[in-house]
């Protein structure tokens, strides 16, 4: 059903409604007075609350109401929903708390709620939710006082929290963007994000979403509803718990995701601006409602500065997140020679000293220059020296020859210092040249990030071919963890390279292998249930006789022995040196299918943050994580050759397309992937059959 009665109802009944103030069902009453459309106090005592007829039941109201707001304790919730749908109500709101979050008690009422929703088909926004706000509507079923006073605007607020829901709206309100929508999800019995952010994207008067996440349990549907959305307006997403790491079991995966890096990448993934602050959120999705950048690869941020500190301040940030300042042109520096003193700085930032009569021409010719995709423009307030909304338009009017609103207008953010009571003027007259103004460097640069983040993601996006789609596979089911031999059989038929190896069952068999195999072996024990064979002392490299042979395996039968298993062997050619990284999946509880990238071997937990991205995998997607590993290896170091990016990302896709067509494999990952002068090579290989995991263990398996 149509979300539509829920968020724009014409008539809404409190039920639990009281007259003593201070009591949530006042306060819900009171917020709610502002309503259009018809307001129900609902009460078993009748009578009249805060000048309104009260009725004792839902039943008893002269109508079916489009939305109920239920003030009522925990344990009479299911009861009164089913009453709400006899009497014809499309949507309710719970606040109690006390259901799933209150333990096993809580979870039981929690689910007798969820099988009323399904039975009766009533939506229900919570549990354990303070509501929503509907500013350009007067809608406000939220507790707090003032929420009916939050301004309209062009933002939607969709919160796990209702207590963040209420704090980003009060800050975005307080910067002057005004809310289009402001809904606390709660316990999300029903309603969850998905639901809410397609509503969203039917929403014309909706500008930019922001996101607050806590946790996920429907990591697909939320990401395939941001996907949707942000192909048709801004998503900036907020996800807390950064020091949380998940409980995935087993392999390395698990233990170098964990819920807050998984969820973030899978956001990113998925076409949102990551924020990692609310006050970060609030500046993104300011800059944001005003206008977006045009897709490209690597937009090119502009920067022109009154005062060259600051100016410092916002390249710096800018360049140390990746952000294109790019060199100008040569006619826009041939402009700038003109306009400027020959000791200022004039290739991007441009520094023009204090701001002068040629601000607005310096401003129009960065502006104008082709490759500046975003302008911030920096200026301390200093009394007769710039009035900043005069100085942008005429430079918008000399770089555009046209009225400043016109469409192909690259966005402009504004930064300044000063008295607040200025500045707040200031602000005014900017926001009606669509420039919002930022009261620090660090702010402004972080949304110029925002812009250049969302432009890159569309244009990724927009590239995206997906390659995985599933294959008819001809490999017995995984309904255990397979040992590497068979591991790498799996890897072999979707194209990843592996060494040339024997499985052997006995002493002799290795003898064979080493013979046809010829040159310098690696011998490992060969078992399932061993799967660190480093650290047993399992691993045998620079086998070249049979005298090294009987050595390795005399250590690697004492090594079966003390771990309990039979004897078996794997011989295979030994690679050649080079750089090893490491290439993951698992299926997630939330998300399904993740594939992750990230520095290899056995010192893989003091490498960087590895890369993560859900499967299907986009080739566009495989090469930005191949990318993403750091500078000195795709380079080249130590005499090893470039990384080779396209070999890389066809391991990723490989190892996506396994997890995509292959639903009975838990656990993949390939540890280490060796980079040699032939190709990436898996020289060791994990793969654990079951259902979707949680997190893993913090060890490799090598």
């Not at 290795?510 to 691993?539: N, P």
């Not at 500078?631 to 080249?636: E, F």
């Amino acid at each position: 059903m149509s979300l539509w009665p829920l968020f724009n109802p014409a008539s809404v009944a409190v039920i639990g409604a009281s007259a003593t103030p201070g009591k949530a069902g006042n306060a819900m009453l009171r917020s709610l007075a502002g309503l259009p459309g018809r307001l129900y106090p609902v009460n078993p005592r009748g009578g009249r609350i805060e000048g309104r007829q009260a009725y004792p039941s839902i039943a008893d109201v002269p109508e079916a109401v489009d939305l109920a707001v239920l003030v009522v304790p925990p344990a009479a919730v299911p009861d009164a929903l089913v009453e709400c749908e006899r009497a014809g109500v499309l949507a309710a709101v719970v606040c109690a708390g006390g259901f799933a979050e209150t333990g096993a008690a809580g979870r039981e009422l929690q689910e007798r709620v969820r099988a009323v929703v399904r039975e009766h088909g009533i939506r229900v926004l919570g549990p354990n939710t303070s509501g929503f706000m509907n500013p350009p509507r007067g809608v406000a079923a939220n507790f707090l006082p003032g929420v009916s006073e939050l301004p309209p605007g062009p933002a939607a607020v969709v919160a796990q929290s209702g207590g963040v829901n209420l704090a980003l709206s009060f800050l975005a309100a307080a910067e002057g963007l005004g809310l289009r929508l402001g809904v606390g999800l709660g316990n999300a019995v029903d309603v969850d994000f998905h639901h809410v952010l397609d509503h969203l994207a039917d929403d014309d008067g909706c500008r930019v979403v922001g996101l607050h996440i806590e946790g996920v349990t429907e990591g697909r549907a939320l990401c395939e509803a941001v996907g949707r959305l942000s192909a048709r307006k801004p998503v900036v997403a907020l996800k807390v718990g950064r020091a949380d790491v998940g409980d995935f079991a087993r392999s390395h995966t698990g233990a170098l995701t964990g819920g807050y890096a998984l969820t973030r990448a899978a956001l990113a993934q998925a076409g949102a601006v990551l924020a990692d602050d609310p006050t970060e959120l609030v500046d993104a999705m300011r800059a944001l409602a005003v206008r977006r950048v045009r897709p490209r690869a690597r937009p090119g941020v502009g920067l022109v500065t009154g005062q060259a500190g600051p100016g410092l301040v916002i390249a710096d940030i800018l360049r140390g997140g990746g952000v294109a300042v790019p060199e100008l042109a040569a006619a826009t520096t041939r402009r700038l020679a003109e306009l400027l003193p020959p000791l200022t700085y004039q290739r991007n930032p441009v520094d023009t000293g204090r701001p002068a009569e040629t601000f607005a021409d310096v401003v129009a010719a960065v502006a104008s220059d082709p490759a500046v995709d975003a302008l911030v423009v920096h200026a301390l307030d200093e009394p007769g020296a710039l009035d900043p909304a005069a100085t942008l338009k005429t430079a918008f009017e000399t770089a555009f020859k046209a009225e400043p609103d016109m469409s192909d207008l690259v966005p402009v953010l504004y930064a300044s210092g000063g008295p607040a009571d200025v500045l707040d003027v200031r602000a005014r007259e900017l926001a009606a040249l669509s420039v919002p103004l930022y009261r620090s460097p660090d702010r402004v640069a972080r949304a110029a990030r925002a812009l250049v983040a969302d432009a890159a993601a569309r244009h990724r996006l927009s590239h995206a071919d997906e390659e995985n789609a599933e294959v008819p596979y001809e490999d017995a089911p995984a309904g255990q963890a397979l040992d590497e031999y068979e591991a790498k059989a799996v890897l072999a038929r979707r194209g990843i390279r592996v060494p040339e190896g024997r499985a052997c069952e006995d002493r002799e068999a290795a003898g064979r292998a080493l013979a046809e195999l010829g040159g310098r072996v690696v011998v490992k024990i060969l078992d399932a249930s061993v799967t660190h064979k480093s650290d047993h002392g399992g691993v045998r490299p620079g086998i070249r006789t049979p005298a090294d042979l009987d050595e390795a395996l005399d250590a690697l039968d004492e090594v079966a022995a003390r771990l309990g298993v039979r004897p078996r062997y794997l011989v295979e050619r030994q690679a050649p040196p080079g750089p090893e990284l490491i290439v993951g999946g698992l299926r997630d509880r939330a998300f399904g299918p993740v594939v992750l990238l990230a520095l290899g071997g056995v010192g893989v937990e003091l490498a960087p943050e590895p890369a993560l991205r859900l499967a299907t995998l986009s080739r566009a997607d495989a090469e930005e994580m191949a990318g993403s590993l750091p500078a000195p290896l795709l380079a080249g170091y130590r005499g090893a050759p470039p990384v080779d990016v396209p070999a890389v990302a066809d391991v990723l896709l490989a190892t996506a397309s396994i997890l995509v067509s292959r639903t009975d494999i838990a656990e993949l990952d390939i540890n280490p992937l060796r980079l040699t002068p032939e190709g990436p090579i898996a020289l060791d290989a994990l793969i654990v059959g079951g259902a979707a995991g949680g997190a893993a263990s913090s060890k490799g398996h090598r």
